[in-house]
């Protein structure tokens, strides 16, 4: 994986990186591994968490730029 956008859904970015995975955790999402959280969109997850989707995309993927 080279991107991620808001639409993609977090078990497939947990899937292609699992070092994402910290920045779920940090945004409080801690169910990482229950289905409902995997099924969701990123976008989804950010408004329930209340974090702005396009920060937490812009950092993802600079974290996957960085590898």
């Known amino acids: 994986m080279t991107e991620v956008t808001k639409d ?3 078990g497939d970015i947990l899937d ?3 070092g994402t995975a910290k920045f779920f955790l ?5 169910c990482l591994g229950c289905p409902s959280a995997r099924g969701e969109s990123l976008e989804m997850a950010c408004q329930v968490h209340g974090v702005d989707a396009d920060d937490l995309v812009a950092d993802i993927n600079a974290y996957l730029a960085s590898k």
Request: aromatic share 0%; proline share 0%; glycine share 10%.
């Open 16 to 18: 292609a990186d699992v």
């Open 8 to 10: 993609m859904i977090i």
């Open 26 to 30: 940090e945004m409080g999402m801690h």
